[in-house]
């Protein structure tokens, strides 16, 4: 395996002889698209004779029910785990299916690929957005909490789901520890009835961080509890935020390492993004709104704008400017660098997997850098 950064005056023919590759395999593995024009600075996998894997690692992915059953199905072969997106719940611990369509199809699919369907729970109410009065409600009620337990206990065996993923987030600090007590409870339960229990964890770098994101979760207590835990290391560039890496591995770093103080390695899994941002310039908070992009559209908006990909060192993400109809644009994204420099992380860490938000747009070639590297775990 090799990737390969295209220089000023690159082809896909001239890339490929240089190499010894494939031209058509370079093309189908970088979903380059006919007349497979090149972006300076952009980053293509080379498929080689020899996988680098050099140890086994767990795999999940987020989905909503409304994916492409062509894309779940590329997809599925690289996964251990299979997150739908998402039961939420009422006040009273009345389990909400989720409201972007049924789910059923993606079980049965990912029973067929061997893969752990898995039911993940967020504190949605009936309006679909984060509800922390849902969280504080629930915990700090025994009645409501052993009847959402119920039902999901229920809608899991009807269903065919093998575990459960509990993503909540803006917990109040206040109901901190009853929210550790709720997993606990939820995690003991499972475990009797041949289930297993995670937690989404806000990227935390320290036990005291203040913040809506942080107060609410108690990292060692939910490792401890947990069957495992995925670190939510994505989102520091984010829609309305100011131009920036959305996981910086600077900052990706320090969460592990915070992390592994509280939790063991073995349990934890690294969040990955599967997208990227388009900011307009300048920059006005409270304004602007980045769009959201998949790493392959990127690539073609700098093809498309003569734009160069440059890639931060602190970073190590890819960016672009651009100007379109006389307003400027700054974009981060995804490549197989950026990939890359995760997955050496995972290696150098001794995690025990990762968890990409979201699957819903498919990125070849980050599959096949995943499956140069590592072993999937089924």
């Given at each position: 395996m090799e990737i390969y950064v295209v220089k000023p005056g690159?082809?896909?023919d001239s890339i490929?002889?240089?190499?010894?590759?494939?031209?058509?395999?370079?093309?189908?593995?970088n979903q380059l698209v006919y007349p497979y024009e090149l972006a300076v600075g952009q980053a293509l996998f080379i498929a080689g004779d020899r996988r680098n894997a050099t140890r086994s690692i767990f795999v999940s992915g987020y989905a909503y029910p409304f994916i492409s059953p062509w894309v779940l199905e590329q997809t599925l072969p690289f996964l251990s785990e299979l997150p739908v997106f998402s039961y939420?719940?009422?006040?009273?611990?009345?389990?909400?299916?989720?409201?972007?369509?049924?789910?059923?199809?993606m079980i049965t699919q990912a029973l067929n690929f061997g893969v752990r369907p898995i039911l993940t729970l967020t504190p949605f109410g009936a309006d679909g957005n984060f509800n922390n009065r849902l969280i504080?409600?629930?915990?700090?009620?025994?009645?409501?909490?052993?009847?959402?337990?119920?039902?999901?206990?229920?809608?899991?065996?009807?269903?065919?789901?093998?575990?459960?993923?509990i993503d909540f987030e803006y917990i109040l600090a206040e109901d901190r520890d009853a929210f550790t007590a709720f997993v606990q409870d939820v995690a003991e339960?499972?475990?009797?009835?041949?289930?297993?229990?995670?937690?989404?964890?806000?990227?935390?770098?320290?036990?005291?961080?203040?913040?809506?994101?942080?107060?609410?979760?108690?990292?060692?207590?939910?490792?401890e509890t947990a069957d495992h835990v995925l670190l939510m290391t994505y989102e520091w560039g984010y829609t309305y935020g100011p131009p920036m890496a959305v996981a910086p591995l600077n900052q990706v770093r320090r969460v592990v390492e915070y992390a592994l103080t509280q939790i063991p390695a073995d349990k934890i899994d690294l969040g990955i993004p599967n997208y990227g941002y388009d900011w307009p310039l300048p920059y006005v908070r409270g304004t602007t709104k980045a769009a959201t992009i998949n790493n392959v559209q990127a690539v073609r908006i700098a093809v498309a704008n003569g734009a160069?990909?440059?890639?931060?060192?602190?970073?190590?993400?890819?960016?672009?400017?651009?100007?379109?109809?006389?307003?400027?644009?700054?974009?981060?994204?995804?490549?197989?660098?950026?990939?890359?420099?995760?997955?050496?992380?995972?290696?150098?860490?001794?995690?025990r997997g990762c968890g990409y938000w979201q699957i819903m747009q498919w990125f070849r070639a980050n599959w096949l850098l995943l499956r140069d590297q590592f072993f999937i775990l089924k």
């Open positions: 690159d082809t896909v490929a002889l240089n190499l010894g590759a494939d031209t058509e395999q370079m093309i189908y593995d939420g719940f009422s006040a009273e611990g009345e389990l909400l299916p989720p409201a972007y369509g049924d789910d059923t199809w504080h409600s629930v915990v700090n009620n025994e009645e409501y909490k052993a009847n959402l337990i119920q039902n999901l206990l229920e809608v899991m065996a009807e269903k065919g789901y093998q575990g459960i993923d339960i499972m475990r009797e009835n041949g289930y297993h229990t995670s937690v989404a964890l806000a990227p935390k770098t320290s036990s005291d961080q203040k913040g809506l994101l942080y107060e609410g979760k108690d990292y060692r207590a939910l490792g160069e990909i440059r890639f931060d060192d602190v970073a190590e993400s890819p960016y672009f400017t651009y100007s379109d109809n006389g307003t400027e644009h700054e974009v981060w994204f995804e490549d197989v660098r950026s990939l890359l420099a995760k997955f050496e992380l995972i290696r150098e860490y001794g995690l």
